[in-house]
């Protein structure tokens, strides 16, 4: 099946720092790429479409300015977590979405912790 | 906001026996889809029903579709302790872009 990976699988960082998340997918290529979060516990909540060669669809409710989405490439797509806080505290997990497809193919997640 | 409500929230059960959860949605969909995920780690997708089919099948498992309740079932027949996992479904609403919209998932515990 088709492999979608996330770098890094886990980080800490300070308060006020940015952190960056990459997805890719590796064997095939992806138009569009979705960004999820998951607090402990809970299910996962669609942050954002992320589209190669154009701006980023943002759910209701998600800072745009500070969840910045890129996707210049049709293999990779990163969310960058500006000015980081406690509360960023998530797991965060993309996917990419299999061309002709209605199948979404998961990463394995990256774990942010916010000191 | 959460289209998908499943129940039972958590479920345990002895191997060898089957597990069922269901899921109720509230809109039209384009398809609904069955995920894996095991502790802190991706999702796996397992099953996707589009909303002209009413069962399908995919080795132990078994999905049914019933768009007229909006709601679906997953079923796992002779469970193995390899099955313990959190299972979430999630609805591709019409007009919805592919994006998925998951309900809140069923802890499974299958012990030895």
């Known amino acids: 099946g088709a492999v979608v990976s996330q770098h890094p699988s886990w980080v800490i960082c300070k308060s006020g720092t940015s952190v960056k998340i990459e997805c890719r997918s590796l064997?095939?290529?992806?138009?569009?790429m979705f960004w999820y979060r998951q607090f402990p516990k809970q299910s996962l909540m669609l942050m954002a479409t992320?589209?190669?060669?154009?701006?980023?669809?943002?759910e209701q409710g998600v800072e745009k300015d500070k969840f910045l989405i890129n996707h210049a490439s049709l293999t990779l797509s990163t969310l960058t977590v500006t000015s980081a806080h406690p509360e960023d505290s998530s797991f965060y997990i993309c996917s990419a979405l299999s061309p002709g497809s209605d199948t979404q193919y998961f990463g394995p997640g990256t774990r942010l912790t916010v000191l | 906001s959460q289209q998908g409500e499943e129940d039972p929230q958590a479920l345990s059960i002895q191997e060898g026996e089957n597990a069922t959860m269901n899921c109720s949605y509230k809109?039209?969909?384009?398809?609904l889809q069955w995920y894996r995920q095991n502790s802190g780690r991706g999702l796996v997708h397992l099953i996707l029903i589009r909303s002209n089919e009413r069962e399908k099948h995919s080795g132990r498992l078994r999905v049914t579709l019933d768009t007229s309740k909006k709601s679906s079932s997953l079923l796992i027949t002779a469970s193995r302790a390899a099955d313990t996992a959190s299972y979430f479904c999630?609805?591709?609403?019409?007009?919805?872009?592919?994006?998925?919209?998951f309900g809140t998932g069923t802890q499974l515990k299958v012990e030895l």
């Open positions: 809109t039209s969909i384009n398809n």
């Open positions: 992320s589209n190669e060669g154009s701006k980023a669809t943002y």
């Open positions: 999630a609805t591709d609403l019409t007009g919805g872009g592919n994006k998925l919209t």
């Open positions: 064997d095939f290529q992806a138009t569009t």
